[in-house]
């Protein structure tokens, strides 16, 4: 069964930081389009970071450069974001997310498999 279990979501005051994980099980992450995602009630899920495995390019949304940070630890089979400097607007359910295409998938509609999902609060 072709599964990601996320981690690491909480309350955090503004300024501070969290790790989110996400562990993949049933299939290796090293071949997959990786993302994470975010989303808050009553808008669209939207695209905060991912990874091509073709070439190993980046994007990150404008509104998380240079705060957050994308990472995969291929040996425990985990995709990770860092997140420093959380704002307020950061609060929302965060996703993580994979595809099996070699491609940089920015959207949503495009990833086949989710994880839970994570609450990240940032409030004073």
């Known amino acids: 069964q072709l599964q990601l279990v996320e981690s690491g979501g909480g309350l955090v005051q503004p300024g501070g930081s969290l790790r989110l994980s996400c562990a993949a099980s049933?299939?290796?992450?090293?071949?997959?389009?990786i993302g994470w995602f975010r989303q808050v009630p009553g808008k669209e899920r939207e695209g905060v970071s991912c990874?091509?495995?073709?070439?190993?390019?980046?994007y990150y949304a404008d509104s998380v450069k240079g705060r957050f940070t994308i990472s995969r630890d291929s040996a425990k089979n985990t995709m990770y974001l860092q997140m420093n400097n959380l704002k307020p607007e950061d609060t929302a359910v965060y996703y993580c997310?994979?595809?099996?295409?070699?491609?940089?998938?920015?959207?949503?509609?495009?990833?086949?498999?989710w994880g839970q999902g994570t609450q990240v609060t940032v409030s004073s």
């Open positions: 990874i091509s495995p073709r070439d190993g390019r980046i």
């Open positions: 997310a994979a595809d099996p295409t070699y491609e940089l998938l920015l959207h949503p509609g495009q990833y086949d498999l």
């Open positions: 049933g299939f290796t992450l090293d071949y997959y389009a």
